[in-house]
């Protein structure tokens, strides 16, 4: 029984190192080009560990394309951590509502919010696209940020209402006797004993709101508001079709940031994805 099992582990094992190889290859792949001189990238046959390493295609990022790139990242920045504040904040005060407060129509708006995550983004291209031209707030950060805000709101809503359900109802009884408000409750007792919830559903909000491609491509055609999902693709078609090189070092360039955000929030993101889960 013990040796089964332990072939049974062994067989999972590799199973989850095979597929974890299958996801990374792509990054190492790309890695490796961005460091590989332009001569190697094309040469036949193809290699994958670089015989010469080179800086080359960086320092073409940072001079060449440095104003540009810099302003594609700045806009993606300011788009996203807005939305991730802005979907923190809403999404806080309606999950503690819906966790917490008890009212007519309570489980239609529940599974109303649920329904929302199965309707496809597309659906709603066009619907905002003609509200933000009415409010002329296209080619903006705020024309990005409300429509990020609205479609990517029930998941981490969702986080953050299972996170606040499992919170003791005792601590906030004796915060009722004591004479404090719900707002007060919210801020200084849900809130700090949310953190990891509240953590893993704004990484969630950043990583889908950093590389978000269908709003970005169709809301902003000015350069000056367009963000680095969209900047890639245009730094490509402004070098040229094959440059491997560059637009690999664009590419890594452009995940530092939500590597670096996710490594420093590994620990919360986790535990509170452990809090927050639904159970049935």
């Known amino acids: 029984m013990v040796r089964k099992k332990t072939v049974i582990n062994g067989i999972l094992s590799s199973l989850v190192f095979l597929i974890l190889i299958l996801f990374m290859v792509p990054l190492i792949q790309t890695i490796f080009t961005s460091l590989k001189p332009d001569l190697e990238i094309y040469k036949v046959p193809v ?16 001079t060449k394309l440095s104003r540009d790139f810099s302003n594609f990242m700045r806009n993606s920045v300011i788009v996203t951590s807005g939305s991730v504040l802005l979907i923190l904040f809403l999404g806080s005060l309606a999950g503690y509502g819906l966790a917490r407060i008890d009212f007519y129509g309570k489980k239609f708006i529940i599974f109303f919010i649920s329904f929302i995550v199965s ?43 299972s996170t606040f359900l499992k919170i003791p109802t005792e601590l906030e009884e004796s915060a009722i006797i004591d004479g404090c408000n719900r707002f007060t409750i919210y801020r200084k ?44 693709m245009k730094i490509n078609e402004e070098e040229q079709a094959w440059a491997l090189g560059p637009m690999s070092a664009v590419m890594i360039l452009s995940i530092i940031i939500p590597f670096s955000l996710y490594m420093v929030f590994q620990r919360y993101f986790i535990k509170g994805l452990m809090e927050g889960s639904i159970k049935g």
Request: hydrophobic content about 55%; some cysteine.
């Open 119 to 161: 309707i496809p983004l597309i659906i709603t291209v066009i619907p905002i696209f003609m509200m933000e031209t009415a409010l002329r707030i296209k080619n903006t950060n705020i024309g990005l940020i409300l429509p990020y805000s609205a479609v990517y709101m029930p998941i981490p809503l969702f986080i953050i209402y």
């Open 47 to 62: 290699t994958l560990i670089p015989q010469t390493i080179t800086l080359d295609h960086y320092h073409h990022v940072f």
């Open 189 to 232: 007792i849900f809130l700090p004993l949310a953190v990891g919830g509240m953590v893993a559903a704004g990484i969630i909000t950043f990583l889908n709101c950093w590389g978000e491609f269908l709003f970005a491509l169709i809301l902003t055609t000015k350069r000056s508001a367009t963000t680095l999902a969209i900047g890639i």
